[in-house]
């Protein structure tokens, strides 16, 4: 683990970004950056000690950001659905910071397996086609910008890798979750509830889910490997497992049926190759059933059989 580092964060009220942040604070001075639009998230980091900077990403303003910290973890995404902000946020505000922070150690850029062009049950390895993943009528409603400016944002973490000379580590990550949440929890909720829960008529909907824990472990080993030019590997869990078994294994945990419905309107499987990650950094540890296990753990003990 870090320690007696200084490090600055990006997107730390988010889902990944604020167990990170929680975590290094402890043994750390962390910085971290957000427009904190969730006043009581900044009370909660500050309570963890971290030292909380408001910053919006495409202003490029980061006045009380410091130039030379050890490690920036970037994690923001900006989500507004629109293309021209969520360029300028991602796109533009990553080669911003980078430009900032260039005298870092090291530079790791959270983007995610959302890059790959969807292709049925092909596991991703990172010379694979990059596609518009979610171009699908239930991501288009909410999230249309988001595979283009994660694609974008790699883009711009390369150019200014080589143009800086920072080292840096692109690492696409797969389906996070644990304590903070996730897409698991978001079932489990559509569980509870009697909703159903939808994946791709192309069935399985297959992932590589990686825990929290997993995450913070594994961030000091893609520091080490950050490099001029860039090195792009996949973040991901080692366990290939689809949406239809954890929805039956989280509905069993909690005495309930999970309603599965098929339909080609939401995204499809994305299972990755991790020969790259596991040679580099080593493979996640947590395994799916206990992962999900203790989040049930934490958000719902009251209903656990
Ligand atoms: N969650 C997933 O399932 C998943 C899957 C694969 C990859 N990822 C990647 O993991 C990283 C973290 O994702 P997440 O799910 O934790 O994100 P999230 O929960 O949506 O949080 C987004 C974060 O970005 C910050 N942010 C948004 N717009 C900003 C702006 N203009 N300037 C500064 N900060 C801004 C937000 O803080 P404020 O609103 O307070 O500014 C928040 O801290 C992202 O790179 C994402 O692409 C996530």
Request: aromatic residues 6%; contains cysteine; charged residues 20%.
């Amino acid at each position: 683990m870090l320690k007696h580092k200084t490090i600055v964060i990006t997107g730390l009220t988010g889902q990944v970004g604020k167990p990170v942040a929680e975590a290094l604070a402890r043994d750390n001075d962390v910085i971290g950056l957000a427009r904190f639009s969730n006043p009581s998230l900044r009370e909660q980091l500050e309570a963890a000690g971290v030292n909380c900077v408001v910053a919006d990403l495409g202003s490029g303003e980061f006045s009380e950001t410091p130039r030379n910290p050890d490690y920036v973890l970037h994690f923001a995404v900006a989500k507004t659905s629109s293309f021209e902000d969520d360029l300028k946020a991602n796109a533009e505000g990553t080669g911003l910071l980078m430009d900032h922070c260039q005298s870092a150690t090291a530079f790791l850029h959270c983007s995610s397996t959302a890059v790959y062009q969807p292709n049925n049950h092909h596991p991703f390895a990172e010379e694979d086609p990059l596609g518009d993943n979610h171009r699908v009528p239930m991501m288009e409603s909410f999230m249309p910008t988001y595979s283009i400016c994660k694609i974008a944002s790699e883009s711009s973490a390369r150019l200014m890798a080589r143009l800086l000379e920072l080292p840096t580590v692109i690492a696409r990550l797969n389906v996070p979750y644990g304590h903070s949440g996730g897409w698991p929890l978001m079932h489990l909720e559509m569980i509870l509830a009697d909703q159903p829960v939808h994946v791709h008529s192309n069935s399985p909907s297959v992932y590589n889910p990686i825990h929290d824990d997993d995450i913070l472990r594994q961030i000091p080993k893609l520091l080490n490997v950050a490099s001029v030019p860039a090195i792009t590997l996949n973040w991901a869990g080692k366990e290939t497992v689809s949406i239809e078994e954890w929805s039956e294994f989280l509905a069993g945990l909690v005495g309930k049926e999970a309603k599965i419905e098929s339909t080609p309107d939401v995204l499809q499987s994305v299972i990755t190759n991790n020969s790259r990650m596991h040679s580099l950094v080593g493979e996640t540890e947590v395994s799916w059933q206990d992962g999900m296990r203790r989040m049930v753990e934490h958000y719902h003990p009251e209903l656990l059989s």
